[in-house]
């Protein structure tokens, strides 16, 4: 780990190297726990210097993508603490989509000026649910997975939008044949402390959610150069160490694969039916400590926090050092949290530019890592070339 300055004694805003981060020295472990846990007059001059690194990797441009989100099936064999989306067949709101509504749902956007299908899942439900190894026989196909992938392939072929799937935990196998329909992919780390697999604990009875497994599936994508997002969910039960943990496990697989295309900085939200409903959401001042941290961290790499899990104050974390909102839908709700709905997109640009920033649509797939889904040829290939304008960014389609 690269070496730094001892911090145990510094205590001021004036003590902390805040030209040296400026200008690159990179964060050690110890210092980046410091700057999460950095005092409120320390505050403004961690914002500064991140925000100076971040003018240094993208000058005045802020992205987002515009999707659809889909949610394909919310059956799930995972059961985290935190979430709503899942279902366990015959409840209220278990569905799987069919091909019909996928491809409603999918020209729906793309009339509305979309470019990203972003498929959301529970992760393998068949092997716990025989209602839905039935559906599956239904609907003719083996697996979830086999499922997703005859979907994005629909979805690239029938229209203008790029798949961006988020299947869950997937073998190198799987990897390859997802990444033959959608030029990008997503699996969270949320977080590397495998202790909240224990009982009562976030993580507790989600055989998925196992550390290892989650960093194995992201180093195996960036072994077959699959551009990839990923990231930390905070307020789970995890500890400021085990942020940064998270945070260099993340930068040392992107300094050995260099395919971690955007890391997402995300923030837990409390919710009624939940089992962590008492528990306490990370104060927004965590958001932005977190986030001037992973850019300082990542200073090349897109850092991305959701807008609608931050209102009414979100455009402030462009003072951290951000430069992408994530998927923004004019068309469909947050399924993972429903609670909070997107801004609209007019909102969205008032806002950014406010803080004196031009924002941009971009693709699932971020300009600097389309000549690696490009080099390929084939449908994937000619669909990706045909959304993106001269500069990578999504071509700009007027909505109907």
Known sequence: MASGPQISSLHGPSTLPWDELRSGLPLTHDLACHLLRVEDDSLPSLLATAAAVKRRFKPGVITYSRKVFLPLTNLCRDYCGYC?????PG????HTMTPEEVLHVARAGERMGCTEALFSLGDKPELIFSEMRETLRQLGYKSTLHYLEAMCELVLRETTLLPHPNPGLLSAEWIARLAAVSPSMGLMVETTNASLLRPGMAHDNAPDKVPAKRLRTIEEAGKQGVPFTTGLLIGIGETIEDRADTLFAIRDLHLRYGHIQEVIVQNFRVKPEIPM???PEPTHGEMLRTVAVARLLMPRVNIQAPPNLSAPCYESLLDAGLD???G???????????EKPWPHLDELRLRTEARGYLLRQRLPVYPEFLPSVTVRPGLLSAKVEAAADAHGYAQEVRAA
């Open 277 to 279: 409903s008492h528990w």
């Open 328 to 338: 923004v839908s004019p068309l469909t709700p947050d399924f993972i949290n429903p």
């Open 84 to 88: 709503i989306f899942r279902r366990d």
């Open 91 to 94: 409840t209220a709101g278990a």
């Open 324 to 326: 992408d909102w994530g």
